[in-house]
């Protein structure tokens, strides 16, 4: 019946700067830009990113008011986005010759590596890198 995760809706105040970071520093691919001119909370700007086959809905109310920071204690909800990587120590170079520095990790375990980033927004983006799958 189910088939996979069709997308993640990301809101942000700032569109151009989050699309900017997931396609310069991440590598997502502008698939098509839409605007829903009438919603309850007014117009809505939406811009699919594509990843794989991954997808990302980047969503602005142009009328909202910007997103508090998030807090830095577990919440109920979605936590974050992971991104699987070939290579961890490259992933983390090449994002710090781009100006992103990881928010923690890498934290390396048997199977797995993991680190985190921050999106401009400061959502975070879990790297994953497998060692046996």
Not at 39 to 54: A, K, N
Not at 68 to 92: F, I, K, N, S
Not at 107 to 122: F, H, Q, S, T, V
């Amino acid at each position: 019946m189910f088939k996979r995760i069709d997308h993640v809706e990301l809101l942000t105040a700032a569109p151009e700067r989050t699309i900017a970071f997931y396609v310069d520093v991440l590598g997502f691919r502008e698939r098509e830009r839409g605007r829903v001119p009438e919603t309850p909370s007014g117009p809505l700007d939406l811009v699919y990113l594509e990843l794989g086959d991954t997808t990302v809905e980047v969503m602005c109310y142009p009328e909202a008011k910007p997103i508090p920071p998030r807090g830095t204690g577990p919440r109920l909800g979605w936590q974050c986005l992971a991104l699987e990587v070939d290579d961890m120590d490259r992933a983390l170079d090449s994002l710090k010759q781009k100006g992103v520095d990881a928010a923690w990790g890498p934290l390396k375990r048997p199977d797995y590596a993991r680190a985190e980033i921050r999106d401009p927004d400061g959502n975070p983006i879990e790297l994953r890198q497998w060692h046996r799958r």
